[in-house]
């Protein structure tokens, strides 16, 4: 598989999106706030597969206002094999390895998010913070660490979480410095309507 093919596919599954295991099909859900989003989607896997685009369906009822999108292909048997372990997805350094940037933006755009701190009384920027909201294990939250340093020399850090079945998660953090050197490198690739998850240039 082509290299930007096989890295852009595993950012679509990384974050939002489910590869089901009956059917081997990658499944993303996006609100209805985020059409332009999975319109994006759509229209990059049907790029990557050489395909139509996958058709969108509206989901909507007392509990959803939300697009489904359904697509199966062999690549995502592959990827399922590679990105799942006893039904879970698993950050392994062989994952990993396989990202660039542009993957990477796929996944910030799905789960990461950018908070400004701000003075109350004049307003004026305090400081930034930066969000990977992707709840893994102790191992793969240490993996996707040691990857962000390795590769880009980004220091992110892990906050512990407990969640509703009790189990221990981590997401990861960064601050000022290190949040515009991420930002830096997903700029390019991360969507308008979106720009607001990174620092813009020059802040």
Not at 91 to 111: C, G, H, Q, R, V
Not at 140 to 158: G, R
């Amino acid at each position: 598989m082509e290299k930007r093919k096989k890295a852009l596919l595993i950012g679509l599954c990384l974050g939002d999106g489910h590869i089901n295991k009956k059917d081997f099909c990658l499944q993303i859900t996006h609100s209805i706030k985020q059409k332009s989003y999975i319109d994006y989607k759509c229209k990059l896997i049907a790029e990557l597969l050489n395909c139509k685009e996958p058709n969108l369906y509206h989901r909507k009822d007392s509990n959803h206002d939300e697009f489904v999108l359904t697509k199966g292909s062999r690549f995502f048997r592959y990827i399922r094999k590679w990105l799942y372990k006893d039904g879970e997805k698993r950050f392994s350094k062989n994952i990993l390895k396989y990202l660039t940037p542009e993957a990477i933006a796929i996944w910030w755009m799905d789960d990461g998010s950018h908070g400004i701190d701000r003075n109350k009384t004049t307003g004026k920027i305090r400081a930034h913070s930066f969000h990977l909201y992707t709840y893994t294990n102790l191992e793969d939250t240490e993996n996707i660490i040691e990857f962000f340093k390795e590769k880009f020399d980004i220091t992110l850090y892990k906050i512990q979480k407990t969640m509703k079945d009790g189990s221990t998660k981590y997401y990861l953090k960064c601050r000022t410095r290190e949040g515009r050197k991420l930002s830096d490198l997903l700029r390019p690739y991360i969507l308008p309507d979106l720009q607001y998850k990174i620092m813009q240039e020059g802040e």
